[in-house]
């Protein structure tokens, strides 16, 4: 299994030389296993990921997982360059009860006037809509999928991944302290290989040390993130949805910060592979 980040900015997209190092797309991750493979979220960072499926030539078949259907994990869709060519079919998976009409609703009101000039009706890929929801886990390939409910306004899905006895949890826009941790979360945390977790605050931010408080806005701090995954026993931390007003040497240096609670904490990067296990697992 391989996770790679195509975008790991929140809220909003960001550009220039003080956010390229870390990177200024919003949401978008792929989990990879041979020839199968899953997309979480379809932020900005789609858009790229699209373009290199074309290159290589596929997979024909492509599942994309929603954590929730906050424009900066929607809105690079529309630029998905699959999603426009006969020969891909996707399996979209929306989160909830109701995630597949809504999921479909969704991207299809993104498209129309005014908002885009192009209808999701000119997408010629073969597409399904399905429902994620908690304690029903989902079947892809060789993954196995399980999906949580998370803290977030307006509600959000984490979701627990594994495959070839590895695991890996995306947890994105999550508003959570070892205070509001719940045995479900806990649960699906244990034990973890790699735990990518909500991370856009530092403390002061949170507060309203600096700015407006922010409590209740559905994010962590990076500090926050450390102690739970420490807590949780998940082997690396990677901090994400990274906020727009931060450069790559604030990013840095709340990273730094949160080693001092567990210390194998990194800021996801834009292009970054983490490889679990040998490749051969995954032939």
């Not at 997408?123 to 999928?145: H, I, N």
Request: hydrophobic content about 40%.
């Amino acid at each position: 299994m391989e996770v790679r980040f195509w975008g790991v900015r929140g809220s909003v997209a960001a550009s220039g030389a003080q956010v390229a190092g870390i990177g200024g797309n919003t949401s978008c991750v792929e989990v990879r296993c041979g020839d199968h493979l899953l997309i979480l979220d379809a932020g900005t960072g789609i858009r790229a990921l699209g373009d290199e499926i074309l290159r290589g030539g596929g997979p024909g078949t492509l599942t994309l997982l929603f954590s929730h259907l906050h424009w900066d994990h929607v809105q690079g869709f529309p630029f998905f360059a699959p999603a426009y060519g006969h020969s891909f079919f996707l399996r979209l998976i929306g989160p909830g009860a109701e995630g597949d009409r809504t999921l479909r609703d969704v991207l299809a009101r993104q498209m129309e006037p005014p908002n885009f000039p192009v209808p999701l009706s000119a997408m010629r890929a073969r597409m399904t809509f399905e429902a994620a929801s908690p304690d029903t886990p989902l079947e892809v390939g060789p993954f196995r999928v399980y999906p949580f409910a998370v803290p977030h306004p307006q509600g959000c899905m984490g979701y627990r991944i594994e495959s070839e006895g590895k695991s890996f949890v995306y947890m994105t826009d999550v508003e959570l302290s070892l205070r509001t941790l719940t045995g479900e979360i806990g649960s699906a945390l244990a034990g973890a290989d790699a735990l990518l977790i909500d991370a856009q605050y530092t403390p002061e931010e949170y507060e309203g040390e600096k700015g407006p408080c922010r409590r209740g806005w559905g994010h962590s701090t990076m500090i926050d993130a450390a102690r739970v995954a420490f807590a949780a026993g998940v082997r690396r931390l990677f901090l994400f949805h990274h906020d727009p007003a931060h450069n790559d040497d604030m990013v840095e240096n709340m990273a730094e910060e949160a080693r001092a609670y567990f210390n194998a904490a990194e800021p996801a990067r834009e292009g970054k592979r983490v490889l679990f296990g040998e490749r051969s697992l995954c032939a």
